[in-house]
């Protein structure tokens, strides 16, 4: 079954840096776009970055643009995301997802979540 498992989180101050990984297992990992979305408490889960499953295409939301990278290797079935210059406003559960609305950068019915990782940023 698909597996997709979250490390990298933690607690970091305004204007650090973090590196998200997904390991996934149990799909073919290279075919599917993929997607980080983040979800705060009483607000609904946010698309933040999608990438495609063929070209390598790009998606982020205006607020991460320029400070946030999405990466994949599909030989290690990883997917990544590079968050600099964090501020107290990415503070939430970062999910990773597999099979996504690539245009819209949103979930679908068959969308594979991961469990979630917390990215806290404060002084």
């Known amino acids: 079954q698909v597996q997709l498992v979250e490390s990298g989180g933690g607690l970091v101050q305004p204007g650090g840096s973090l590196r998200l990984s997904c390991s996934a297992s149990?799909?073919?990992?290279?075919?599917?776009?993929m997607g980080w979305f983040r979800q705060v408490p009483g607000k609904e889960r946010e698309g933040v970055s999608c990438?495609?499953?063929?070209?390598?295409?790009?998606y982020y939301t205006d607020s991460v643009k320029g400070r946030f990278t999405i990466s994949r290797d599909n030989a290690k079935k990883t997917l990544y995301l590079q968050m600099d210059n964090l501020q107290p406003e990415d503070t939430a559960i970062y999910y990773c997802?597999?099979?996504?609305?690539?245009?819209?950068?949103?979930?679908?019915?068959?969308?594979?979540w991961g469990q979630g990782a917390q990215v806290t940023v404060s002084p």
């Open positions: 990438i495609s499953g063929n070209d390598g295409s790009t």
């Open positions: 149990g799909f073919a990992f290279d075919y599917y776009p």
């Open positions: 997802a597999a099979d996504v609305n690539f245009y819209y950068c949103a979930g679908l019915p068959q969308t594979s």
